[in-house]
C-alpha cells in the first residue's frame, strides 16, 4: 500500500496513463490528485472519464478542486466576468474535448456525470502529517487550515509556508510549475511542495513533466510530456 500525490495534468491524458503505470497504482494505494485535471491540454473529458472509471473499479482516488475547475463551475454558473478568461486558458481546448467548439450551448456538452464530479470537487485534503490544496494557504491567518478561504485554496501563489501554523505538517501544493531539478527535488526535505512541473508546457525548459510523489517515503516520480 502507497499514497501518492499528483496535480495539474491540465488534460494530457496519455502522459497520466504512463505516470500511472510508472507508478504501479494498485486498488490498495491511495491517489490524491491536487487540482487542474483540464484545460490546455487536449484531453480533458478523457482524464475525467478515466479518474471516474478507475473510482468505479475500486481505486480509491481523491481529487481536489483546481482554479480551471473553479473557471468551469463559476461559467456554468454564470458568473460573465470568468467565460473569456477560462476559453483563453484553456477552456476552448476542453469544450473540444467534449465535442462542442465553444458555441452558444456548450454547457450541454458537458455530461452531467461529469459535472457532479466537478462539483463534489472538495479544496482540502489531509493526510497524515500532510495538508493538500491546490495552490495555497493564508499564512497571514493565525490557523490558514481552518480560516483560509476557497478561493486563495485554488488561486494562491505569493505565501511563504510556515509549518509552525499548520501543526508542523508539510503542505503539499500545485499550481505554480516549478523546475524538477533541483527545485522540486529539494522541496521533499521542506515544509512546503510544490508538485506541478507544469507537464503541458512541454517545449520549456526544465519543465514538461507530471510528478508524482509518494507521501510515505518522498519518493519523487515523474515522466516526460507523451501527448501527440
Known sequence: MATYAISDIHGCFN?????????????????????DLIDRG?????????ILYLRSTGFDITCLRGNHEDFLLKCL??????????????????LKSYGNDATADWKSAI???????????????FYENFVLVHAGLDFSK??????????????ERDFIC????????????????????PSISVMRDSGHVIIDNGCVF????GFGNLVALNLDNMELFHVPNCEE
Request: no cysteine; hydrophobic share 35%.
Open 15 to 35: 502522459t497520466f496513463k504512463a505516470l500511472l503505470e510508472q507508478i504501479k497504482l494498485e486498488k490498495t494505494d491511495k491517489l490524491f490528485i491536487l487540482g
Open 42 to 50: 487536449s484531453q480533458s473529458a478523457q482524464v475525467v472519464d478515466h
Open 77 to 94: 454558473n454564470d458568473v460573465p466576468e470568468y467565460l473569456y478568461w477560462w476559453f483563453v486558458n484553456g477552456g476552448k481546448i476542453t
Open 111 to 125: 455530461p452531467k456525470e461529469h459535472i457532479d464530479f466537478y462539483k463534489a470537487m472538495p479544496v482540502i485534503a
Open 142 to 155: 493565525e490557523s490558514p487550515i481552518r480560516d483560509t478561504d476557497e478561493h486563495t485554496m485554488m488561486w
Open 162 to 181: 510556515d509549518s509552525s501554523k499548520i501543526q508542523n505538517k508539510t503542505l503539499i501544493t500545485g499550481h505554480t510549475p516549478t523546475p524538477l531539478f
Open 202 to 205: 512541454k517545449d520549456a525548459r
